[in-house]
C-alpha cells in the first residue's frame, strides 16, 4: 500500500492534465510509505504514447530527495486516450521492482483514474493508493 498527500494526489493530476495531450511524468516521494512530494519531469519523448525522463534531471531529483531526507514512493506518468494499466513497454522499462508505478488514466479527462502497480521481473501486481486528508 502506498499513502499518498491530498495534495500529492492532486498535484500529479494537474500535471498530466496540464501537459495533455502529451504523456506527463515525474516522482513522487517521501518516508515511511507516504508520498509527500512531487517532482514533475520533462517527458523528452514530448508523446501522447510514451514517457522518457532525461538521466540528468532524474539524477538531480534523486540527489535533491536525498538531501531532503526523503527516498522515492513512486514514478508516475499520464496514459493520455488509455486506461490506467501499465502497457507493455511500461513493464519492459519498469527498472524499479520495489517502487510503485503510479498510472493517470486522461481517456475521460474530467473524471481521472490514478492506479497504482508493482513491476517486477514482467509481472504486475495491483497496489492499493490512498489518498490521506493531510
Known amino acids: 500500500m502506498l499513502r499518498l498527500t491530498r495534495a500529492v494526489w492532486h498535484e500529479m493530476i494537474a500535471h498530466a492534465q496540464a501537459e495533455y495531450p502529451k504523456e506527463a511524468c515525474g516522482m513522487v516521494a517521501g518516508t515511511q510509505g507516504v508520498g509527500s512530494r512531487v517532482f514533475r519531469m520533462r517527458n523528452v519523448d514530448q508523446s501522447p504514447i510514451s514517457y522518457t525522463m532525461d538521466p540528468t534531471e532524474q539524477l538531480r531529483v ?50 481521472p483514474i490514478v492506479q497504482g502497480y508493482r513491476i517486477a521481473a514482467g509481472a504486475i501486481t495491483p497496489e492499493v493508493l490512498v489518498e490521506e486528508s493531510s
Open 62 to 111: 534523486m540527489k535533491d530527495m536525498r538531501a531532503a531526507g526523503l527516498e522515492m514512493q513512486a514514478i508516475y506518468h499520464s496514459h493520455t486516450a488509455t486506461e490506467a494499466y501499465p502497457s507493455p513497454t511500461d513493464v519492459r522499462l519498469a527498472t524499479y521492482p520495489d517502487t510503485t508505478y503510479v498510472l493517470l488514466s486522461l481517456k475521460e479527462r474530467t473524471r
